[in-house]
């Protein structure tokens, strides 16, 4: 059965005038909540890119790809993108059941900048990681609210796939080090909108701290659900995925003691942040839709793609891994630098505050106070 050929872009011609990056984010499913700023961060970075002079004397040109849909779909159509000839890289913010299809079928062909925060562990050759893992994140917020808030057990929900398996796995050792437990886990499905079973279990624990484990707007019924049955005076609340959209669709009466740790927070009080703001103030207006981490990963992961390609000075991937190892870029994160593949930077951690995220502290990797 032959696999269907997605259309070329009407800009797309066989001359090396262009070099197409495949975008892939999510428009539809849970994650459809921030994939609109997905877009927009990253088309502010690719613009960037080319005021500056392009990719190897070529013009940065992104490729749209739903990411939100089924895994193999979005492989078997990022796969004929790369067949064609129209792109030449691949970027973007999606869930890692979508990352494990594709790595295989493209990475060994064209550099695969993957940006979403991930469960740690990927070593495909070709693949390139700018977000936060388990160790550099969970560990030290976990220890830090052990330390602070006194939580010594966990209740970890998250969805079924991937990331919230592995990611609660190794949330058991690092409750462990600060002297906690996990006393319940519970895996739903992408979409769910029943959580009453699952606030139940919490009720019947002895549980101090829920690990949220959900993506984009089941996270946001499960907030609005949590804070209607009355938790929210008993148990704090962990995300390392919560941005500013999930925040504001979540609403104010359903974030109480909610605290996220991720390595961008739009209200961050830095240079770069602000730099950021205006940027994408100036080419979107007021109304866009909010920055956030999860958004923002996606204009990391342009700056990312253009440095690797421009420090091996070629488009071969085994050229491009075997540079990648001096690469560094500036961006709304600061300066960042690629070591094994993925970028080391700072992580945050911050509290619900209304419609808005409050920085309390920069986590190190120890979990204590930097």
């Known amino acids: 059965m032959f696999r269907h050929q997605p259309p070329a872009p009407d800009w797309f011609t066989a001359d090396d005038s262009v070099l197409g990056v495949a975008l892939v984010f999510p428009l539809q499913g849970p994650a459809g909540i921030f994939g609109p700023t997905c877009e927009l961060?990253?088309?502010l970075a690719a613009e960037e890119v080319n005021r500056a002079g392009g990719v190897l004397g070529r013009e940065l040109k992104l490729v749209p790809v739903d990411g939100g849909g089924s895994p193999r779909e979005i492989a078997d159509q990022v796969e004929a993108l790369v067949d064609l000839g129209v792109v030449q890289g691949v970027t973007g913010w999606h869930i890692s059941s979508v990352r494990q299809a594709l790595a295989p079928r493209i990475a060994h062909r064209v550099?695969?900048?993957?940006?979403?925060?991930?469960?740690?562990?990927?070593?495909?050759?070709?693949?390139?990681?700018?977000?936060?893992?388990?160790?550099?994140?969970?560990?030290?917020?976990?220890?830090?609210?052990?330390?602070?808030?006194?939580?010594?057990?966990?209740?970890?929900?998250?969805?079924?796939?991937?990331?919230?398996?592995?990611?609660?796995?190794?949330?058991?050792?690092?409750?462990?080090?600060?002297?906690?437990?996990?006393?319940?886990?519970?895996?739903?499905?992408?979409?769910?909108?029943?959580?009453?079973?699952?606030?139940?279990?919490?009720?019947?624990?002895?549980?101090?701290?829920v690990l949220m484990l959900l993506v984009g707007s089941d996270a946001v019924r499960f907030n609005r659900a949590f804070a209607a049955y009355g938790l929210a005076a008993r148990c704090l609340r962990l995300s390392t995925l919560m941005d500013e959209n999930m925040l504001m669709a979540s609403g104010p009466s359903a974030t109480e003691d909610l605290y996220s740790t991720a390595g961008f927070f739009a209200s961050l009080a830095n240079q770069d942040t602000l730099d950021l703001h205006g940027q994408y103030a100036g080419r979107y207006g007021i109304e866009a839709p909010a920055l956030g981490s999860l958004g923002e990963s996606c204009y990391e992961g342009v700056l990312l793609l253009a440095a690797l390609l421009k420090r091996a000075g070629t488009l071969d991937v085994t050229a491009i891994g075997a540079a990648a190892g001096g690469v560094s870029y500036e961006g709304p994160r600061g300066l960042m630098h690629l070591r094994d593949r993925h970028v080391r930077q700072r992580i945050y951690l911050a509290r619900a505050d209304g419609l808005d995220f409050d920085v309390l502290t920069e986590l190190d990797l120890h979990g204590s106070r930097s």
């Open 41 to 43: 961060c990253a088309q």
């Open 111 to 209: 550099p695969y900048v993957y940006t979403a925060l991930y469960e740690g562990g990927e070593h495909t050759a070709g693949v390139f990681l700018t977000s936060e893992t388990p160790r550099d994140q969970l560990r030290p917020a976990m220890g830090l609210l052990a330390h602070e808030r006194g939580v010594r057990r966990w209740f970890v929900v998250g969805n079924d796939y991937v990331w919230p398996r592995r990611t609660a796995r190794a949330a058991r050792g690092y409750a462990r080090e600060s002297g906690a437990t996990v006393d319940g886990e519970v895996y739903l499905p992408l979409g769910t909108h029943d959580f009453e079973p699952v606030l139940r279990r919490i009720e019947r624990s002895a549980a101090d701290g």
